[in-house]
């Protein structure tokens, strides 16, 4: 862009001039020009253009982006100012990157790539591990691969942190991966094991059927005895007809039946996830290599782990290598 129009577009967004539309990012409104950000992002053009309800409407609502991000996109996309990406931090870089890359606009999103892979040299290891994390958010592949090769030549022995455990499952996975041959194997089971506990990921007071109260009638009872004993009569005062009895007893009926469903229903959903997650661990724990822990280290930490079952701890502590004398 021109460098003398660059104030005059700042201006429309300032002085909020032939303002079309409104967009709706949380508690936030933001004034805009339709053609500003259809000329720029080929998501708004179909937006605006198309079938959608927001094409009639003059306010949309974005989901997934933070005022301060949309804030910085409209500055960038009106004016196309590199200095001003360049002041912004790693953080707001990589969101403005997820925007660019979701909203279609090529321009912002060769401008981040750029800033970030002439930072990454520079960059600490909560902000490699954010990078790591939004590259495979894009599946930005190039991103990927500069983020492990600095995560691994600067961090090798300190990739077990506390910021590994916001990762999202399928790229905690990844990152368990790749600090194999750069992290101890013990490092690496516990991290897998704060992961997992963190997350909630594995059971750590398995849940007894006990716990689950379900209809107590024994099969074949009908319930009748239950029934009457729940109700008083007073001996002259009051009295029910057959009708009314049996019409009670088919409301409990149909009342109990349903709750037995949903009961029945929250069992089998919890049960699924619990098999989900024990599916989960195991593939984390596929690329543990045991054989090259030492006794004592399998003894002191994966065998009073609750991630291996008694005779998975078995089989594998005859991998593990002898103690070496001091």
Request: aromatic content about 10%.
């Amino acid at each position: 862009m021109d460098a003398w129009l660059k104030p005059v577009f700042a201006d429309l967004i300032e002085n909020k001039k032939f303002s079309d539309c409104r967009i709706l990012v949380e508690n936030e409104a933001f004034d805009c020009h339709k053609v500003i950000l259809a000329s720029c992002s080929e998501f708004f053009e179909r937006l605006f253009l198309g079938s959608f309800r927001e094409a009639k409407s003059d306010e949309i609502r974005l989901q997934e982006v933070k005022p301060k991000t949309f804030a910085m996109f409209i500055q960038y996309v009106y004016t196309y100012s590199k200095e001003k990406l360049n002041e912004c931090n790693n953080s707001m870089i990589m969101d403005l990157l997820s925007c660019g890359t979701r909203w279609l606009v090529d321009s912002i999103v060769s401008e981040c790539v750029k800033i970030l892979k002439g930072r990454v040299n520079d960059m600490m290891l909560d902000d490699l591990i954010d990078l790591f994390q939004n590259a495979h958010n894009i599946n930005h592949q190039e991103l990927i691969e500069i983020s492990v090769k600095f995560l691994r030549s600067r961090f090798s022995t300190d990739m077990n942190c506390y910021d590994v455990l916001t990762l999202t499952s399928d790229v905690f996975e990844q990152y368990t991966i790749i600090t194999g041959g750069y992290l101890p194997e013990i490092e690496r089971f516990k991290m897998i094991e704060a992961y997992v506990t963190v997350n909630g990921l594995i059971d750590s007071d398995p849940a007894e059927a006990s716990e689950v109260e379900i209809y107590h009638k024994k099969e074949g009872d009908s319930g009748i005895g239950e029934l009457v004993a729940a109700k008083t009569f007073a001996d002259d005062d009051q009295e029910y007809s057959d009708a009314s009895f049996v019409e009670e007893y088919e409301d409990k009926e149909e009342d109990e039946a349903k709750e037995r469903g949903t009961v029945e229903k929250n069992k089998m959903k919890n049960t699924k996830i619990k098999v989900l997650h024990s599916k989960y661990v195991e593939m984390l724990l596929s690329h543990i290599k045991f054989n090259k822990m030492s006794k004592t280290e399998f003894y002191h930490i994966v065998g009073k782990s609750s991630l291996l079952t008694l005779k998975e701890k078995y089989e594998n502590m005859y991998l593990t290598q002898p103690d070496k004398l001091e």
